[in-house]
């Protein structure tokens, strides 16, 4: 609870930070959807990216931050005293691994627990940041925070690359550009973010993406609102390459939201054909809001509709030349985006999305027309949802074969390809490219 707004500077960010890890530590909420609500809170864009960077950082190693409370506190913090315990963890977060000056970072901190009722805990506050100062905070592997059971899968999926997958899945990610080609080319817009002082280095192997190092509000992107340019992961752009459907083809984007790929796609050939598709009406919004900041209009038709269940009467019964399948996951190749990820996901939760993707797969098949294209991606790296997802529907459709993607997609897996995080500065994607007999 915030009981006041007065203090030091950079105490409000700091107690609406500790808000926001109380709600997604200990009452099982997303990180996204935590941030879209307390953010619009603060007035000073400056505050909202310290709350996110806040978050971020202590979401990636959280166990060296309990680590730490064990040892210098006989009791550390148990439930009721959440929002303490996380007010504690973004404090040592400012120390490291965000190296913020200490001086500032402990007095914020300290008037945060002023900001958050917890007067009478300031001293505490106080003398616990002193000491992590003093006395460093302690190391762990980077392999610590994940749950015993994924940590194993991933083990077990990637032996010789296990180790890189936990040190990338900590590592902040870097901010990609999508240029939207139908307002100009990607060098015209590197020029306009150089003129505002940002330096974009182009992706020799995608034809849209701009790398920018560190973070940065989208409303600091020239022409961002009137569609110049969106935020969106290499890995994620590849898939327009990867579907790569015919100029002016009916395309089929069956798990659109919030659009990013429906956008990419129709950037590319606005005279697609465009059903865009999403369980979740609300989530199906996003796609409405983002194709018109884009000002990308043409035939595209969006509804609400579950792209796995038989009834498909949103459907004219005209087979796609190309259908998307960007299925639901475990996101497990995008912890360093959505670190909380490593908390919320059960090993259940597998099975059931397992379930799901080869329902959609199932359903989506019938809906290609013989000669087209479909494209299953995830943003997952456990075989079980990819290869394995793949090998299995092509064992069971005598009508599907695979049609092998180049090396620059990720390692060779099955019948796929798989980039795991950090790779080509991307997040953890698989993509396989079936084709339906003629
Ligand atoms: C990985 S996200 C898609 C991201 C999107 N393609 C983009 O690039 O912005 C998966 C989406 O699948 C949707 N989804 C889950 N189950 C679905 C179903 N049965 N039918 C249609 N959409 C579904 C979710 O609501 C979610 O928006």
Request: hydrophobic share 45%; with cysteine.
């Amino acid at each position: 609870m915030i009981a006041s707004s007065t203090g030091a500077p950079g105490a409000q960010p700091r107690a609406v930070a500790a808000g926001v890890l109380d709600a997604v530590f200990l009452r099982g909420r997303s990180l996204r959807v935590e941030l879209a609500r307390r953010l619009p809170t603060l007035d000073d864009p400056r505050d909202r990216a310290l709350v996110e960077t806040l978050c971020f950082a202590v979401l990636r190693q959280p166990a060296r931050y309990e680590a730490a409370l064990a040892q210098w506190m006989a009791k550390p913090p148990g439930r009721r005293d959440g929002e303490l315990k996380m007010l504690l963890f973004v404090g040592f977060a400012q120390l490291d691994p965000l190296g913020l000056p200490a001086h500032a970072a402990v007095a914020s901190t300290v008037e945060a627990a002023r900001v958050l009722g917890r007067r009478h805990q300031a001293g505490l506050v106080n003398a616990l940041l002193r000491r992590a100062q003093r006395e460093g905070l302690p190391t762990l592997p980077p392999d610590t925070d994940w749950p015993d059971w994924l940590r194993e899968r991933i083990r077990g999926d990637w032996p010789a690359l296990a180790g890189s997958i936990f040190a990338e899945s900590i590592a902040p990610a870097p901010l990609w550009l999508r240029v939207n080609r139908q307002q100009g080319s990607r060098e015209a817009y590197r020029e306009r973010l150089a003129a505002a002082g940002i330096s974009a280095l182009p992706d020799p192997t995608l034809a849209d993406a701009l790398r920018v190092e560190g973070t940065l509000a989208v409303t600091a992107l020239p022409g961002f609102t009137a569609g110049a340019v969106s935020v969106q992961d290499a890995s994620a752009q590849a898939v327009a390459d990867a579907l790569a459907p015919p100029a002016g083809g009916r395309v089929l984007d069956a798990c659109a939201a919030p659009g990013g790929k429906t956008a990419h796609l129709l950037e590319r050939d606005p005279s697609l054909r465009m059903t865009a598709l999403d369980v979740d009406p609300k989530r199906l919004e996003a796609v409405e809001g983002t194709l018109k900041r884009l000002q990308l209009r043409g035939d595209i038709r969006l509804m609400a509709v579950d792209a796995a269940s038989a009834k498909d009467d949103w459907w004219s019964g005209q087979p796609f030349d190309a259908v998307l399948l960007d299925a639901p996951c475990s996101a497990t190749g995008i912890v360093r985006r959505q670190p909380d990820v490593r908390l919320h996901r059960r090993e259940s939760d597998i099975t059931a999305l397992v379930k799901l993707q080869a329902r959609l797969l199932d359903v989506l098949w019938q809906k290609l027309a013989p000669g087209g294209v479909l494209l299953y991606a995830t943003c997952s790296i456990l075989k079980a949802e990819n290869a394995a997802q793949v090998e299995a529907f092509l064992a069971r459709t005598p009508d599907a074969r695979v049609d092998p993607l180049a090396e620059r997609f990720g390692h060779a897996s099955g019948p796929g390809r798989q980039r795991l995080p950090g790779e080509g500065g991307g997040d953890g994607f698989f993509y396989a490219r079936l084709l339906k007999a003629a």
